[in-house]
């Protein structure tokens, strides 16, 4: 008998980092600025670049949630309709802000935030609908802008598994009107803790921009003044991610394309390896998108998912559970939310499981997974 406790650890997901990674941050170490200089406009270009929009970058994900839906203008008296299949940093940055959660059903096949349900609960109150981009797989965006537009509210998307996905051939980060990414080091790209807002229209980024800045402006309204004079037009917060950091993302950046070529191969790989094992459910794709896969999520039938992730766990690999539906956590349900609300999300939370995947998971780590999958589904 193999001993399976005795080998190694297999995360779900984790960072690929590199000389020239490290190289670039040293670079900067050695230099004159440490945050606030050329390294922060420099990545925040070339990130505009590739997701087809003008970017602010800030230190997280759950940051730039928080700058988005404040540059959008969720705040008090208003509504957000958003999916509750999510982490719940897209729900509770703009809990935040003052703004009322509302949480609206997902497809059951993308796990997506499901038009019909979000136009269901938008009304003139709304003043955002925020999509997941859940596993990496974009969600139904040209849907939720028209269910936007017809109670005038604004399309955010939260982007932290889909960086360098395409949706009907437009980069993520080019559609909605403001974008959220994370730099988180399970995600396709890091810089530790990171994370960014790309925005189309520059009146939305500017004012997440201020957001993330303490709320200073660029440029003061008062030009009488001499050259110490600043103003500060709003409220805001230090949200700044360090030169130190963007460097490591201008290099991850980089490298991104040969990242999502990596996970597409272990994608097809884990399709073509797991299909026709009984009792589980594999990811699906629309014909209109790329995904950019973050996670390859199974659905594990009959009532055997704690069993499946108890003995894969016990076998040393990661598996993971994306998401406990948000409203579930004490912080909504002790505001009165109840469960049962979106039954399509609650009955995907029942069987989900996600298996490990990252760009440096070798065909080897990768049979690894299989096997003992198989071992308890297909012994
Ligand atoms: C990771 C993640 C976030 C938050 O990003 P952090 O960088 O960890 O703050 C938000 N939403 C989703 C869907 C995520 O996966």
């Given amino acids: 008998m193999t001993t399976q406790a005795a080998q190694s650890w297999l995360p779900y997901g984790r960072q690929s980092v590199e000389q020239e990674d490290i190289d670039a941050v040293a670079e900067v170490l050695r230099g004159d600025w440490l945050t606030t200089g050329p390294a922060v406009e420099s990545f925040e270009e070339a990130l505009a670049q590739a997701v087809g929009a003008p970017c602010v970058s800030v230190t997280s994900g759950t940051a730039a949630l928080h700058v988005a839906y404040a540059g959008l203008g969720a705040g008090p008296g208003s509504e957000v309709v958003t999916s ?8 509770s940055s703009a809990a935040l802000l003052g703004a009322t959660v509302r949480f609206a059903d997902v497809s059951d096949d993308t796990l997506n935030l499901d038009p019909q349900a979000a136009a269901a609960l938008a009304g003139e109150r709304t003043s955002v609908i925020a999509a997941v981009d859940y596993a990496g797989h974009p969600a139904d965006l040209d849907e939720l802008r028209s ?3 017809s109670v005038g509210a604004r399309l955010l998307e939260d982007a932290a598994h889909s960086i360098g996905a395409r949706y009907k051939g437009r980069p ?11 730099f988180f080091p399970t995600k396709h790209m890091t810089t530790a803790e990171g994370g960014a807002v790309a925005a189309p229209d520059p009146a939305v980024l500017q004012a997440a921009r201020r957001f993330a800045r303490i709320g200073r402006d660029p440029q003061p309204q008062d030009t009488s003044q001499g ?5 500060m037009s709003g409220f805001g917060l230090n949200y700044r ?3 130190v950091l963007c460097a490591l993302g201008a290099a991850q950046l980089r490298r991104l394309p040969a990242f999502l070529a990596r996970r597409d191969e272990l994608v097809a790989r884990y399709d073509q390896l797991l299909s026709g094992v009984p009792g589980l459910r594999l990811p699906t794709r629309r014909a209109d998108v790329e ?4 996670l390859y999520s199974v659905r594990v039938l009959d009532g055997r998912r704690r069993e499946v992730f108890d003995r ?3 076998a040393g690999i990661g598996v993971q559970v994306n998401y406990i539906p948000v409203y579930w956590h004490p912080v909504f349900a002790d505001l009165g939310y109840r469960r049962g609300m979106c039954p399509v ?5 029942a069987e989900q499981l996600s298996l490990p995947l990252f760009p440096d998971m070798t065909d080897a780590d990768q049979d690894r997974v299989v096997e003992a999958l198989r071992g308890v589904l297909d012994p």
């Fill in 84 to 91: 509750p299949f999510t982490f719940i940093a897209t729900a």
């Fill in 147 to 149: 269910v936007a537009d």
């Fill in 172 to 182: 993520v980060g080019s559609v909605a009107d403001a974008t959220c990414f994370s």
């Fill in 227 to 231: 050259a110490w004079w600043y103003e």
């Fill in 241 to 243: 991610l360090p030169d």
């Fill in 291 to 294: 995904p950019a896969w973050h």
């Fill in 312 to 314: 894969l766990r016990a």
């Fill in 345 to 349: 999300a609650e009955a995907a939370y």
